[in-house]
């Protein structure tokens, strides 16, 4: 492949993920090979690739770009990505979405000898942060308002864009989003889930001792009986709720009055 295939990427990883309640959904583990959102966009872009936004463990070198407007939109990163970008085209994209190797492959070689190309949604639209644009052509775009709460449709429909099918485009803005994917994706959704409580309930579950809760409320539903089981963990929440007494503590104390409570020979 030409080196004028092998665009420069800007990844696009700035966002406030205010509807999933400002987690880092980039890091979100929602792929069936247990990367992340970040790091699967990542292994999908050719040649170098340039990711604005706030540093974060990644298993591939790139290049961090602080977005000079955090606050402006994806298209005011991709202006904050693009005086890092030396090549003719660079492919961009954001970094909450499904993303194949042989997807952006196509898109590439697509652009060449025009504006750009971009993969098609499911509604016929072009999707904008899937594309490979020719870099002049975007800083021509961007330029004015510096990509500043600019629309990158927008932008970008204005000019010779090349249409290129590609797999579904898959992205996530919202929890229902998450869930759907980690279903198509056979991702165990507990974790996904506990995360989404601790956003509502506003609460640490990071350090849930999640293994041992899930056998002592086994234990529980076996020998005592299954209603017995959600009743006992709650419980255990309101033991541990003033942060006088440790969760493991409390499930040691639960431990014995249910070996005490067993039936004989059990």
């Not at 696009?12 to 790091?39: E, F, H, P």
């Not at 971009?118 to 020719?134: E, F, K, S, T, Y």
Request: overall charge negative; some cysteine.
């Amino acid at each position: 492949m030409l080196r004028s295939m092998q665009p420069d990427s800007i990844v696009v990883a700035g966002g406030q993920s205010r509807r999933l309640g400002g987690i880092d959904k980039t890091m979100l583990v929602l792929r069936s090979d247990g990367l992340t959102l970040l790091q699967g966009v990542i292994d999908a872009c050719v040649g170098r690739v340039i990711v604005v936004g706030q540093q974060r463990e990644v298993s591939r070198e790139v290049t961090w770009v602080s977005d000079e407007f955090p606050h402006g939109g994806p298209a005011s990163g991709l202006w904050s990505g693009l005086p890092h970008v030396t090549t003719e085209y660079v492919f961009i994209s954001a970094a909450d979405q499904l993303l194949s190797p042989t997807d952006v492959a196509a898109i590439c070689q697509a652009s060449v000898g025009h504006d750009g190309a971009w993969a098609i949604r499911a509604d016929g639209m072009g999707q904008p942060l899937c594309a490979c644009v020719r870099t002049e052509v975007l800083r021509e775009l961007l330029e004015p308002s510096r990509g500043i709460n600019a629309s990158p449709l927008r932008l970008l429909e204005t000019r010779n864009m090349v249409p290129v099918s590609v797999s579904e485009l898959v992205d996530v803005d919202t929890w229902n989003d998450v869930a759907r994917m980690a279903e198509r994706e056979g991702v165990q959704l507990m974790e996904l889930w506990l995360e989404r409580l601790g956003q509502v309930l506003d609460i640490p579950v990071a350090d849930i001792p999640i293994d041992d809760l899930l056998d002592l409320t086994r234990d529980v539903a076996h020998n005592v009986e299954r209603r017995a089981a959600p009743l006992t963990t709650f419980l255990i929440g309101l033991a541990t709720s003033d942060g006088k007494r440790d969760v493991n503590e409390v499930m040691a104390a639960i431990r014995i009055a249910l070996d005490e409570w067993k039936p004989s020979g059990q």
